[in-house]
């Protein structure tokens, strides 16, 4: 079968299934398959497929159609122009947290801290893009920090991984100077933003009712540390910002910045 035989083929298959994206998961597929880049697969349509490359393929395509996420078929995901490692254990690293980056790039903070960092994309990121600051990633789950390190291994980053939960990890630190950056679950319970969200960690993104939960409980330890950070960034949907300028305000945080669903807050008195 030819690439463009089998992309055809797949394509109305994904496009059935009701994938948003057909195309683009075709050729991903078969840019990995054959390690070639995209113009080379599109430039090379009619290439001869092997048995075994279409089933490998078709294989692949049967997992998206039952709405896998592309990147656990892939085991890897593209964030802030690097690949990382993904495995179900982790949420799907998405492409609006790449705010996160580009506000700290702008700051520059001497000390960065990634609480949750699930696959460790954003503490590793933020080590690859401001190699002199000091980075701490702690996660609470051990097959999370697991991934983390290993990503961090592969790209080569000296970030440094911490198990537990929140802040508390932390508690003992003196945080001035510091900028914290947390994408914590803040999906309302019961709310599917998409099919592939079933096939990823409940607990990475479900936070209660109003889906703030943990940011409620993250601002209450940051109100009670005595040295505070100096910068807090965090992640949540639209509707979730203006709640949360209120309990950042109740911890002494004034919002100064807002980069789609990222916030940025510095404390109050500063
Ligand atoms: N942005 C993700 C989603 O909508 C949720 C991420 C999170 O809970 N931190 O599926």
Redesign the pocket.
Known sequence: MTVLDWLVKSMRRLNEAGVDSPRRDCLVLLEDLLQKDRSWVIAHADFELSAKQTAHLDKQIGRRIKREPLAYIRSKVWFYGRFFRVTSAV?VP?P?SESFIEIIKAIKPPKIIDIGTGSGCLAITAKQELPDSEVIATDIDDKALVLAEDNSKRHNTKVRFIKGSLTEPLANEDLSGFAVLT?????PDGLI?SKE?NYEPET??FSGKDGLNHYREFWSQIQKLDKKPSYILT?SLEQQHEPLIGLAKKSGYKLTKTDILVQLFEPSSS
């Open positions: 949420m998405r609006e994408n914590l679950p803040y999906v933003t969200i990475a993104l992640e």
